[in-house]
């Protein structure tokens, strides 16, 4: 875990974060090396099924409790991965899966061809209200399907709405081609799925200073 932010612990066990652009990386047991990765070549990494190592993170479900104390109307928070790092100096490098909620609720997903560009984004829907000043889970997950022959990506956000545990699906989307016009830039076909894992998953929001965040997770998922 690599949290690349100062926490200062709370009384009540939770961890407060002050820097206003969170980037909290979570690396597998391999960690990240980038002289391990081989190809960026979107295609290659497709068949082969992983970015650096073949214990890189795919099929997943990242998890984190919040509270947002202030902050702009447009915040959202971001879980993502099946990427590495996002560098401007390495673009083919930063792909990612993004599932986002906004502090309004509304909720989407991203998909990230190339970094800093790239994005190709679901339709929003707003299926809770405000997340102001509450503890919330939010939980993205994604995994790999066959659909007629060919590897597709799904991916769901979930949320905890009350801070007790009762988790509800609030939006879902299967990437089977047709999003995303950007893969060609990197090896791949203009709407590249990106099936493939990456070294780093990340934990990010930007615009506040003031949030609390207790019990974040990553772990792998069995799909079968």
């Not at 206003?20 to 090396?33: C, E, I, K, L, P």
């Not at 990230?112 to 993205?140: A, C, N, R």
């Not at 998953?201 to 069995?222: M, P, Q």
Request: aromatic share 12%; net charge neutral.
């Amino acid at each position: 875990f690599d949290p690349k932010v100062s926490l200062k612990k709370n009384s009540d066990g939770s961890w407060k974060v002050t820097t206003s652009q969170a980037r909290m990386n979570v690396f597998t047991s391999t960690g990240y090396d980038q002289n391990s990765i081989q190809t960026y070549n979107q295609k290659e990494m497709a068949s082969k099924g992983f970015m650096q190592s073949p214990n890189d993170w795919k099929d997943v479900e990242i998890t984190g409790y919040v509270k947002i104390n202030s902050a702009p109307s447009d915040l959202d928070l971001s879980w993502y991965g099946r990427g590495g790092k996002h560098n401007a100096d390495v673009p083919c490098e930063g792909t990612s899966i993004k599932g986002s909620i906004f502090v309004d609720g509304k909720t989407r997903f991203a998909k990230e061809q190339w970094h800093p560009g790239g994005y190709s984004f679901t339709p929003s829907q707003k299926p809770v209200s405000s997340l102001m000043d509450k503890w919330i889970g939010f939980k993205t997950v994604m995994y790999n399907v066959e659909i007629d022959g060919k590897i597709a990506v799904k991916m769901e956000n979930w949320i905890d709405i009350n801070n007790d545990g009762n988790w509800k699906k609030i939006y879902g989307y299967t990437d089977s081609g047709g999003l995303g016009s950007d893969g060609s830039r990197c090896g791949g076909s203009a709407d590249q799925t990106i099936s493939w894992g990456g070294p780093i998953v990340t934990l990010r929001w930007d615009g506040t200073s003031n949030v609390d965040i207790k019990n974040f997770s990553v772990r792998e998922i069995s799909t079968g």
